[in-house]
């Protein structure tokens, strides 16, 4: 049974570029939660999906940013016009129903 | 909002030494707690899961402990090795609305040296 699965493993982007992170979850698993590890911080949640639906999107910042769970294929989280603040680990994990979170090797971004 | 801490920040010990990692919250209406150990450019990995009912959960030589009413968990690790050198993580996750959200501490960097 693989674990989580994110591509790319390492992002650089020039500023005002837009940048795609998958995520494929656990097989059986269909709850998927996004979180943003910043230089010298903590992990931050950022949304939580389950197939075709946002359940919660709260810790997601308001302009740029947009995830989604198609009821095929993995989960996509999309950062539109990129700038250096973005630079991070975005991490996802994914879960059963009401069961522990998983996580997957995180995506680097760098945004030059 | 939930608060989460974690004491010490970091902590180097000789190879052998029993330790304790500390992590306390501010809001006791959690739906679990977990531990994690995070190593240098990596992923996360789960080490225990405590549920809000729970007092305890056990995996060899690593102990977590619960007291939901006072906001603290303790991460027990016994006989410490070279290879348990890593960030280790305190995370909660919420209730009702915040179901499925885990609060993440800031991590005891630990080393462990020969």
């Known amino acids: 049974n693989a674990g989580v699965m994110q591509n790319p493993r390492h992002l650089v982007r020039r500023r005002g570029q837009e940048a795609r992170l998958r995520c494929s979850p656990m097989k059986g698993h269909s709850h998927v939660y996004w979180y943003r590890q910043l230089p010298e911080e903590g992990l931050k949640f950022m949304v939580y999906l389950q197939k075709e639906n946002i359940i919660d999107e709260s810790g997601m910042p308001k302009e740029r940013f947009s995830a989604e769970f198609p009821k095929e294929g993995p989960s996509i989280l999309r950062i539109q016009q990129v700038v250096r603040g973005d630079s991070a680990a975005y991490f996802c994990?994914?879960?059963?129903?009401?069961?522990?979170?998983?996580f997957g090797p995180g995506t680097r971004l760098t945004v030059t | 909002k939930q608060e989460v801490t974690q004491i010490p920040a970091a902590l180097s010990v000789p190879e052998g030494e029993n330790l304790v990692l500390n992590c306390s919250f501010t809001d006791s209406a959690i739906y679990n707690l977990q531990w994690f150990r995070q190593d240098p450019g990596k992923g996360l990995t789960s080490l225990l899961l405590i549920q809000s009912s729970q007092r305890e959960q056990t995996s060899g030589r690593l102990n977590a402990s619960l007291d939901k009413s006072s906001g603290r968990s303790t991460l027990y690790i016994a006989a410490s090795q070279p290879g348990d050198s890593a960030t280790y993580l305190c995370?909660?996750?919420?209730?009702?609305?915040?179901?499925?959200?885990?609060?993440f501490g800031r991590g005891t960097q630990l080393t462990v040296w020969p």
């Open positions: 994990a994914s879960s059963g129903l009401f069961y522990e979170q998983y």
């Open positions: 995370a909660v996750e919420g209730r009702g609305s915040t179901l499925g959200r885990l609060y």
